[in-house]
């Protein structure tokens, strides 16, 4: 149980949440889910420290780019995929923004597209599925 990778998912969308952490589940992450940008921050407070965070950037009180900002400027740096379906040409930015540790998905994308910013962000190893 202690080598499962332990992952974070933020999204207002019940079947986006539902469906991005399934997959991820799927693939043997241990996850914890949040409907919004304060559930977010209260997840990363409480339950903490995440291998990863995956946010939607729209959601009710703050977003996910607020959301990860704060925890930056806290000195959190967890990788993070943040994943919208905006078209907003000021997103690409305000995630590179972030750092390194930073990959942006374009809503709707399917798991391999998910699996590969897992593999951008995340040491080979952390990868495997714990057995």
């Known amino acids: 149980m202690g080598d ?3 992952i974070l998912v933020a999204d207002d969308d019940p079947d986006v949440l539902y469906d991005v952490a399934s997959t991820l589940e799927g693939m043997g992450a241990s ?9 977010l921050i209260t997840c990363l ?12 950037i729209a959601m009710p009180w703050m977003t996910g780019l607020q959301a990860i900002q704060s925890t930056r ?4 740096s967890t990788p993070v995929i943040v994943m919208t379906a905006l078209r907003d040409a000021a997103i690409p930015d305000r995630v ?3 750092g390194d540790n930073a990959v942006l998905l ?3 994308f399917g798991s391999k597209d998910l699996a590969g910013a897992l593999q951008t962000l995340l040491p080979p190893k952390k990868l495997c599925r714990a057995s």
Request: proline share 6%.
């Open 45 to 56: 407070g409480d339950d903490g420290p995440f291998d990863l965070v995956v946010t939607d």
């Open 96 to 98: 590179r923004a972030l």
């Open 31 to 39: 996850v914890t889910r949040a409907a919004s940008g304060d559930e």
């Open 4 to 6: 499962r990778l332990r």
């Open 106 to 108: 374009h809503k709707p």
């Open 73 to 76: 400027y806290a000195g959190l």
